[in-house]
């Protein structure tokens, strides 16, 4: 019995002992990264043999039984190898493991804008996108709200205080696959708050005076349409500088293209055109 039990753990080791001559289980880095690697149990004064297999995987640094390995930029499978000399010249088995080189995370929360903003508009962050992700997440100094900060083309609802603030900053972080870190990035979006369209006319004018209309919002495109078939797409046009009575009646304005982003608007003004006086003449009593 005692034989057998021996027999039996000179065969578990001598397994265990050709199962140290090459690591099965591959190790994984990540793209670029520099990671030690050292021999376990070296005899003293030995020497040793690192290489790389391809060899366009990385560059070692060091010679002795531990070195650094500067992992190159093309993901993929690559082997290393190290061979042991001892101090009496006996050359030991050669001992590999095989290393998986990982690519990055990659973030982008997009570029910077300005868009016109009411409380309850939404932003779309429509220009981000994230890469080699295991997972990612939005984070913003903003009071609203995201219908789901864990999709990268996030949506997010603005409040009054938002717009008040003038901008928020909105960060994508995307979590890589080990042992890769993660990546970040962040976009700024400028709040211009929605302006309100106001129109006017300096009436009531008199029959043959000037007549001339007027709006507030500056550098955007205009279309006016009025009695007579009036148009114009000037910001405050001139209607006559001799009106008449059939110049009275309700101008309407639509403004587009207003400056931020903002939605076209629609307001109206309603014009009074006085008669002048008609006289037959003077008659003496």
Do not use: R
């Not at 002992?17 to 099965?24: E, F, G, R, Y």
């Amino acid at each position: 019995m005692k034989n057998f039990t021996l027999f039996s753990l000179l065969i578990l080791l001598s397994f265990v002992a050709q199962s140290q001559q090459n690591q099965t289980l591959t190790q994984n880095v990540c793209i670029g990264s520099t990671e030690n690697y050292n021999v376990v149990t070296p005899l003293t004064a030995s020497t040793f043999a690192w290489s790389i297999s391809p060899a366009s995987g990385g560059s070692i640094t060091g010679t002795g039984n531990n070195v650094n390995i500067s992992w190159g930029t093309t993901t993929g499978t690559y082997t290393v190898q190290v061979i042991e000399t001892s101090a009496d010249g006996c050359i030991g088995d050669a001992k590999t493991v095989a290393i998986s080189i990982k690519a990055a995370p990659t973030a982008n929360a997009g570029s910077n804008q300005t868009i016109c903003a009411m409380a309850g508009t939404t932003i779309t962050l429509s220009g981000a996108s994230a890469g080699n992700a295991v997972s990612q997440s939005w984070t913003t100094n903003g009071s609203g709200s995201f219908n789901d900060n864990t999709v990268v083309q996030a949506v997010y609802t603005i409040t009054a205080a938002d717009i008040l603030a003038g901008s928020k900053n909105f960060t994508l972080t995307v979590v890589g696959n080990t042992p890769c870190g993660n990546a970040s990035s962040n976009v700024v979006y400028t709040l211009v708050s929605a302006p309100a369209l106001t129109v006017s006319n300096n009436g009531a004018v008199c029959e043959t005076n000037a007549l001339s209309l007027s709006s507030n919002i500056i550098g955007a495109t205009y279309n006016w349409t009025g009695p007579n078939g009036f148009t114009a797409t000037t910001q405050s046009p001139s209607v006559s500088g001799n009106a008449t009575l059939g110049m009275l009646g309700t101008y309407h304005l639509t403004v587009s293209s207003i400056p931020g982003g903002c939605p076209s608007l629609t307001a109206s003004t309603t014009v009074i055109v006085h008669p002048k006086p008609t006289t037959s003449g003077i008659w003496h009593n």
